[in-house]
């Protein structure tokens, strides 16, 4: 009884698994999405309940990759600063993150991070980095030591990982009651 293409097949899942699960450790949620229907006006109902963007706030460790994804059916600035600061993007920005698309940015420094959509200014959010929630330790417009946007883009594979994975060790499980004549379950 040797089925050698099944073997293969289970060797082929596991190195696939392996691969998708390792990048996967060591990432926590940091996706925010803007909202559906977030641009529509200042009544919109994302601003009543502060969530056009959400997660809001995000809550973040220094070093970790954000990423945007514009759910919504229209065009979005992300944009650090505040509405009322008429500064857009002095620490990221993404002028044109059109319908369906992401846009991504690393914080190496704690702090608090405010930002908004400069095409409809109702629209805001903060990232805070950093265990701390109160005011940012350090002056973050003086330490602008800005990260390329897509240095440490790890892809995320989490959910596809953990179904392969599982494809995985059933295939390895039947694969060994198959050789070893333990009857199957
Ligand atoms: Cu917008």
């Known amino acids: 009884m040797k089925s050698k293409p099944f073997g293969a097949l289970f060797g082929l899942l596991a190195l696939v698994a392996i691969l998708g699960v390792a990048p996967a450790f060591g990432q926590t949620a940091n996706e925010i999405d803007i ?10 109902a994302c601003v009543a309940t502060n969530n056009c963007f959400t997660p809001n706030p ?25 509405v009322t600061d008429d500064q857009c993007g002095s620490v990221f920005e993404d002028d044109a993150l059109k319908k369906g698309t992401t846009f991504q940015f690393t914080f190496a420094n704690a702090g608090t991070f405010d ?15 950093g265990a701390a929630s109160t005011t940012p330790s350090t002056n ?13 883009a790890v892809p995320e594979f989490g959910p596809v990982a953990s179904i392969v994975l599982a494809i995985a060790v059933m295939s390895m499980v039947v694969f060994v009651a198959k050789t070893r004549g333990i009857p199957k379950f």
């Open 35 to 44: 909202a559906s229907g977030a641009g529509g006006s200042q009544n919109a």
């Open 58 to 82: 995000l809550t973040v460790a220094p070093g970790t990759t954000v990423t945007w994804k514009n759910t919504d059916t229209t065009t979005h600035v992300v944009c650090s600063g505040k």
């Open 115 to 129: 930002y908004f959509c400069s095409v409809h200014p109702w629209m805001t959010g903060q990232v805070i980095v």
């Open 140 to 152: 973050t417009t003086t330490t602008t030591t800005t990260t390329p946007d897509n240095t440490t």
